[in-house]
């Protein structure tokens, strides 16, 4: 690689000239930065400035640039120069945005500007341009574990797009649940009637489709390897192993039905109660006429009973979320073929998201009735059941005699080993309790994917045994790199839910295979081509890395050592920062980049009445909702310094007591939520920023440092408003405090 | 029991909802009524219906016909429309609960002496008499409907208005004899007449 | 200009003698300054109200309205059917709409009308004069005639029930509608904005059966008015005008208030700002006098 030569743009578009003296942070980036090109420039995202920086790296043989503009997130497209390496000093959305109006503030406005540039070239300084994972791979096939409703949509898609898929299903023929319906809620308007599902014509396209190859009758034994090159033994019913290779998988393992001889209660176990799966079959006996029982008699009374067993804390507390319209649709199975026959449907709410509201009235229409009411006991009842139930609008007891009745249960995901029993058995067992053992081996054999991770051999669940990582912001992603969940294993939903879904989880799988391919992270950093580097001769084997990544993308070697499988890896930093003696890093972010930059600004003296507070914000939530306050020009205090980090699980404590012996009064970290509802986008790095932190109360009162000089908030992306509030009130807290006793020791 | 309700009985057994569903003037509207419980909260009278609309709805669709007909929620309403104007399924509440006193009254198990049942009864009359209401033989019908002494009674008791209205001429106490009237008065009374044959052989109420 | 014609169905109440007998002269003075031209519908006949159902069946009911929009149709071509009586337009206008709904009904009620000699096609629309003034003649036109702004004059808006439901004036808010205010404020006086009680139900319908549960309501509705610092009530709507006005002596007996607040027509505060006088206003047909409004009518 050609020499380092730097160079620092300063733009003075977007009225930074007006309220900045453009000429002295040119002089700083050149005096201080040691920039070996300084060029200032009025309006440096147009087509002239932006060729002027062609030019640069063109003919001057530039390899490092500085643009001191706007925010890193803002013009991407205009700064996007990927041959060489760039850092962004922040002057709009974080200095002229957000520092008051008004001459009284130049002097505060200016020395923030100046720090952001010493800062931007003292970073590049330190910064690589990313030469992407060598270990390329080149499988962009997928694997599709389950051939229901989901699994087929994915398979399907993913073939239509053009990628070979191999499509395993543990049962003898593709359909799963959908193809032992009747019929379907409908997905097209006018949302009125039961639809076909349309289960067997997509199974007969998958079989036929010359880029799919199913494996019937066959579970998963292996999954190892990472995105990209992910090896996996099939095994067949008849013992007989298949090895594959593919570059990503998608897991639509779908759901079992709640047993209903748990709930003894509403009648399950008795002769005429059945689930909505049991319904479905006595539909298709009847074929469409009246349906009769097991018992043959003809059906005339009919109730459902919602939520069986569901959102309640002794069965399953959560909502499936189909079971109202799929109540509607069997209550029409009655009304269609004979609309003499009674239905009632007794719900406590009625949910019916989407079009489902055109179907209830749809049923309402056929004169299906709706009951608000709980149903206490159903017991047997002459040749037929007796349904007691609190009428809740009427607020009485009130019986239905009824030929059947169909408990809506919920629906059971199928996702296989819960990782947190497994970490449990697994620490038992290697204290050698046999008893641990014999669990280990129990849960082994419920497992699906066969992961040979050493974090467990399937993917963890993130609420009720569903396996995703988090429902809203990042549907599909789990926390095993280049494995998508789609469909009822991920939440509870219907078919029209669970075929989008699969098609989601499909797109997200290609992706994951093409980035791999490539040699770029996939989700959240997509694209990006930086990947940990580890300096193993200075590892003590302390192990903190590889118990801590979020994705499992840690092994160890033979020897103990770190072996970082790349394709895993979502380059979030959460080893370096866990990394004590920090040999952990990426070519454009290190414990050098951040630490170079925090040393690199000017500290007032004490009796300044200038406090200096780091910021450490989280690139993902944080630093976008202090530029969202810029761009509102919410005003804040011109005594902070922010660094964005990829997340604060990569915020190595190094730099919390750099930043204290270099003079700063406090450190804030902004970061997302954590906990149960964490909205982190590396699933546990905020978690683990919080651990970290709340040790480092004793280091600073071994220092004579009050704890509350670092402190750390969460922050999400629609926090423009409060993020403004935090800091001023942090600042007004140091100023209370008073200056740093370790001024000037720096 | 009347002979028209002892008939409704034979003819839907214990299924009220088709009853109304058949029988009530917009009662095929009812099985559309989801349960929200807003023309409850937006009547004027709410606290004084035993049943509100929603429980109502909820009677009919239960099969609780006696308790539906025989109540006298539906006589409380002022018909202010509120209800019809909010519900979100665009039921005509207010039509509904007309229709349910109408059809309870037809088969005369509505409550005896209710007095809204009674007024109506009462201006009905008056109105098909001469084809338009003679309001002082409306008022004095009301007031005596329980009998001389308590009409006495009533009558003094709404004396300071009676003569406020006289002064000011909106209250004439010549309207005893003769008053308003149309001229085919004639007319009006065939055609009601023939309003209720169609009905009869229509079986509509 | 030339005067707009429309087929007036006056109502029982506004006939001589009745209980909104001042509301027909009221409407007089306003309707000639605002070009509007009102012929009574030949021999109308009762609605059959809010009340009618109880005894009255759905058909008859029908039939005695279709009476009145046949007429129309056969004698006044072209014409609206025009009530100020928002019982009178509202059972109007749901026979209208519902016959041309529905066939069979509209079968049924023409073979009843033929006793009556009469027959109905279903063109007639039923409106309420609050409709025509707005709609056809507009605020700016409402305004061009006052000569005596009603000024010093704050005023409630009480709307009520029918002329605001189910149909109400097109545009406006059935929770809130802002007419009324702007009516008053055409003539220059002020309207307590903020009544909370604009559309309360007055009870009326029930003012004879239950007459505590309708005097609640009257309450309700007359002391807010104070609240607001209101001198007078305004309404579109006989029986509110009615009930709100004459039972306030009932509930100062019962319930020992001394509520004295005047309630008038829309058309009485015209007609005055338009320079009539106070029996072109009707404002002898008030039991309540609204003293600050005889005052302007006099000066």
Known sequence: ??????????????????????????????????????????????????????????????????????????KTDAFSFPTVAMTRANLREGVVWVVAEGTEHDEVRQEMADDYVRMACAELKKAKLPAGNPNHTHLKNLMVVGGGMSGMTAAFEAAEAGYEVILVEKQASLGGWAGKLWKRVPFKAPYAEPQETGASELAARVGSHPLIKVHLNTTVAETSGAPGRFAIKLAQESGSLTEVSVGAIVQATGFATYDINKLPELGG????????????????????????????????????????????????????????????????????????????VVYD??????????????????????????????????????????????????????DLVVLATGQVPSSGVDIAAWDKVTKEAEGGSEEAKQQKSELKSISILNLTYRQGPDIPKLKYGFADSHFICFPYETQRTGIYTAGPVRRPMDILQATEDATGAALKAIQAAENASLGRAAHPRAGDLSFPNVRLEGCTQCKRCTVECPFGAIDEDEKRFPLFNEQRCRRCGTCMGACPVRVISFENYSVDTVGSQIKAIEIPDEFSDKPRILVLACENDAYPALDMAGLSRIVYSAFVRIIPVRCLGSVNTIWITDALNSGYDGVMMMGCKKGDEYQCHFVKGSELAGYRMSKIGDTLTGMGLEPERVSTFEVAITDNQKVAGLINDYVAQLVEMGPSPMKGFG | MSELNQKAVALYGNNFLKEVTERVEDGEWVSMCMQCGVCAGSCPLGPHWEHSPQKIFRMIMAGKRDEVLTSDSMWMCTSCYSCIVRCPRKLPITHIMHGLAHYANRLDVAPKGQPTRELARVFWNNLIKTGRVNELKFSLAVYFKDGFSQGIKNLLSMQVIALGLMKAKRLNPMEIIGGHKCKDVGGIQKMLAKAQEIEARRQIS | MAKKNYAFYPGCSSQKGASASNFVPSIEVMCDKLDIQLNEIPDWNCCSASIGYGEGSQLSRLVLNARNLALVEQNMPGQDLVSGCPACWLATRETAEKLNEVDSLMADTNEALKEAGLSFKGTVKARHLVEVLIEDVGYDAMKAPVVKPLEGLKIAGYVGCQTNRPFGIAGESFENPQYLDKMIETVGAEAATGYEQKITCCGGALAFSEPEKSQKQIKDIVESAYDHGADMIVTPCQLCQANVEIYQSEINKKKGTNLTMPVVYYSQLMTVAYGGNAKQAGLDGNVLRPQKLLDIASK
């Open chain 1, 349 to 402: 709410d009625l949910r019916v998201p989407g079009m489902g509201e055109d179907f209830y009235r749809s049923a309402q229409h056929k004169g299906v009735v709706f009951a608000k009411g709980k149903a206490s006991k159903v017991e047997t009842s002459g040749n037929g059941c007796r349904v007691n139930y609190r009428d809740l609008i009427l607020d009485a007891d009130n019986v239905i005699e009824a």
């Open chain 1, 269 to 344: 176990g008795l002769d005429h109660v059945v689930d909505h799966a049991g319904l479905e079959a006595l539909a298709k006996a009847s074929n469409g006429g009246a349906i009769k029982r097991h018992d043959g008699k003809e059906v005339k009374s009919v109730v459902f009973l919602q939520c069986a067993g569901q959102r309640d804390e002794k069965h399953l507390p959560y909502c499936s979320g189909h079971c109202c319209a799929t109540s509607i649709k069997q209550a029409m199975y009655f009304k269609d073929a004979n609309p003499e026959v009674s239905t009632v």
């Open chain 1, 1 to 74: 690689m050609a020499e380092m030569k730097t160079a620092a743009y300063i733009c003075s578009g977007c009225g930074l000239g007006d309220k900045l003296d453009v000429p002295q942070l040119a002089k700083i980036a050149q005096k201080e930065g040691k920039m070996a090109l300084v060029r200032e420039h009025g309006f440096l995202c147009n087509a002239e400035g932006v060729q002027m920086i062609r030019d640069d790296i063109e003919k001057e043989e530039v390899t490092h640039i500085c643009i001191a503009a706007c925010s890193r997130r803002a």
